[in-house]
């Protein structure tokens, strides 16, 4: 049983976000899949032949009627995105049912993107390379962060994007060694060292992409040494991917890269994560994920080295998993960008 929108959306082709409002879809070993929604959605569902849908409106029981069609099942597993209320009302009524977690199975399936999922991730891909380029541009002494980031929406939106991926990083100088710091009304300045997350969702599919600039003037030799080693450790990493390398081997580049340049305890988080309906899915790049790439596999790779108080340094691309080798799905330039003194002496103090 699948309940939440990416996974709805991953097997019907409809994307319902129904919020508290029982959606679901029931697919058995043998027959039809059953979808349930509430009636507001019928104009929403794109009928097939290969569905049986049940319709419920306000007043009705959904979970008695999901109950009802579960009933000749011993064994239910079901998406980790279910609120656990709804799950326990469930469990009321199928007392003799086994309940188990359907993520394994659900993410096997979707971890491998086929052609038309590849060639939505390139279209998202590029659309954040374009997006990054603009930010790059805009950004100079005097901005806030909450301003960058309020101008990637813009640009987003400008390109057609329905959403963000999540809300976007400006991290300048010491909040950039904070890897997931929210963006806020510090002044960015001359000589910062600016980490920029951002990604957006186009038809449903997600971008992720990370660079690390400087504003306005020449960084210092420590953080162009910084920022050299990770961006060696970012491309011996993607360069390793290929079938049939695990996973934790690629994290192993990277952080050995880190490690001999003696920034091993700096470097805090896995080396990536996959991508495609969710921004965040199956497979992790992990140092102890022992599972083996596979053509159709995407991933970020995105190792950074954060100096608490100091700045951080993160580099991050999106990679598919070919026949032979890798894809990278953003291009942009990944050398150190320093950023143009700002044309007007009026700047923010």
Known sequence: MVTSPSNFYYFSGTWLDSNERLQAIIIPQIGKPVMIVH????????????????????GDNSIELLAEKLSSYATVSIDDSWPSGKLLELMEYKKNVTFTKGSNIIHSLRMYKDEKEIELLRESGKIADEVMKQIIDYISPGTTEKEVADEIKRLFALKGVEKLSFNPIVGAEKNGAIPHHQSDETIIRSGDMVVIDMGGVKNHYCSDITRTIVVGEEPDEEKKNVYEVVKRAQDEAVKAIRPGIELKEIDKIARDIISKSGYGV??????GHGIGIDVHEEPYVTFNNSQVLEPGM???????????????????????????????????SRDLIITKKPKTANMKQ
């Open 39 to 58: 009636e507001m959605s019928k104009e929403e569902i794109l009928f097939t032949a290969s569905f049986e849908i049940e319709f419920w409106k306000d």
């Open 266 to 271: 700096n470097f805090t988080h896995r080396t």
């Open 298 to 332: 995407v991933t970020s790779v995105e190792p950074g080295i954060y100096l608490s108080d100091r700045y951080g340094v993160r580099i991050e691309d999106i990679v598919l998993v070919t026949p032979v080798g890798f894809e990278r799905l953003n291009n942009l």
